[in-house]
Every structure is written in structure tokens, then in C-alpha cells.
């Protein structure tokens, strides 16, 4: 074979590989490709939406690798990085099966978010935002030790926080909302949503993860703006002379157990 040859089947070749990969990436984002990923991952154990901020907070080798893989997310869809993610949810789930990601200590949960925090603070400037996160970081670590609580860790405009019980979480809760209320910032009267949920999370260090922190987060998700949502198994054990509860309700939400039920609560008159 002369070099005439050898030079046509060289750029040849190279187009073909890039005829592979361009198919390569139709399929891996091709919709029925990508539903399939996401089924799969709803029917495997864990949380189905693993390798968000809230599932991979902690400090266990599952929750550093779907950091990892998270910031690996390419440009895109991709079933591929959605399997990839469905593999370490597996790892989760089976690991809390086992007992592996349980803890030995029941402890009460307390998840808390800003409702439309981000939208406002992006027209209300820095100066603005940063106030406000102040205020309510003042009012809700007060409310917090007031129920006996310690803040684990705070999530942007929100914070993660530990009890004894659910009832010091709850009333944590609601010294929190009646806190608010007295807080304005450039016009701005901020609301919160807040999520409670009773488990045996793993601790390392100061910090807990496992599949009751991803629940207390999902639960919190769920609030309505100002709501208190309980889950069921957390209520069992709220005093009910202080507190008002509505009639338990399936969560349906995604990363969420099947048979998780959550409810409303108010403090009594």
C-alpha cells in the first residue's frame, strides 16, 4: 500500500470516530434513553434523587463521590450521569438496609428554607440579602437553643438543626416563624417553610447524614410557605395539649419513602 493510500484512510477513520461519538451522544440524551434512566433510579433502593446538595451533605464515601459526580454533570442530559447517580443511590439504600448508615441514637430533625429568598435577593442587591440572612440567622439560632436545639449546619438561606425531641424541634419551628415577624428588609417581610422528622442518622462529627436527614429535607420541600410539616412517626411522640395536628397525608414526592405520611401542625390557643 503507497502513502496515497495511507493518507486517504486516515481522515477517514477520524470521521468515523467522530460519526460514533456524535451517535453516541444522540443516544445517551435521547428521551426514551433518559426515562428509562430515571425509571430505573425511581425503582432502586435510596433516593431517587441522589446528587443533589441536600442528599450529599454529609461526609460518608457515597456523599463525596455524588458530589463528584454531580460537579461531572455534563452540559446536557445524560442517562449515562443519571446511572452513574443511580449506582451510588443504590450504594445508599442498600448501606441503610444493612444498618451500615444508621445511627444508634434517635434524634428529631429540623430542616428550614427562606421561600423566595434567591428571586428577591437578585433585585433587592447584595447589601440587601446579606441583612436579611442576618436577621433571620439571629432569630432562628435563638429559636433553636430555646428548644433545645443545636444548628448542624446552615444551607444558604436555610439551616439544619438537631433536637432531643420533636416537640423542642416544633416549638423551634414556631419561635422561628413568630421571629420573622418582625424582621423587614427593604419592604421585604420574609416567610419560612419548615420540615421535622425523627430518626437514627448516622453522626461524623458535628454533622448527620443518611436516609432520615434526606427525609427531613424532602418533608421541609413539601411545606406550604409559614407551614410546620410534621412527618407521622415524628407526631407519635408531640404533646398534644400544646399542639394541633391535621389528618396525616401520603408525601408524594420524589426521593421520598412510599409509605412516608406527614402532617400539619399548629400550636394550640
Known sequence: MGPEATEAIVPLGEERRKGIRAAAVRADSHPTALRAARWLRSRLPGDDRFGDPLSTAGHAPVEVLGREVSALEPP????????????????????????????????????????????????????????????????????????????????????????????????????????LDRIEVAGHSPRMRFGVHSGKPRRLGGDYFGVDVNVAARVMEAARPGQVLVSESACRDLPLDRFRLSRAKRLKAAGAPADLHVVSVERSD
Open 76 to 179: 446536557r442530559p445524560s442517562a449515562a450521569h443519571e446511572l452513574g447517580l443511580g449506582a451510588l443511590q443504590l450504594w445508599q439504600g442498600l448501606s441503610e438496609v444493612s444498618g451500615r448508615g444508621r445511627g444508634t441514637e434517635q434524634v428529631t430533625l429540623l430542616f428550614t428554607d427562606l421561600v423566595g429568598f434567591s428571586s428577591w435577593a437578585l433585585k433587592a442587591g447584595d447589601a440587601n440579602a446579606v441583612e436579611l440572612l442576618r436577621a433571620v440567622g439571629a432569630v432562628s439560632d435563638s429559636a433553636v437553643a430555646r428548644g433545645g436545639g443545636t444548628i448542624v449546619k446552615r444551607l444558604g438561606d436555610g439551616v439544619m438543626a438537631v433536637f432531643a425531641d420533636p416537640a423542642g424541634a416544633v416549638e423551634g419551628a414556631f419561635d422561628t416563624q413568630h421571629g
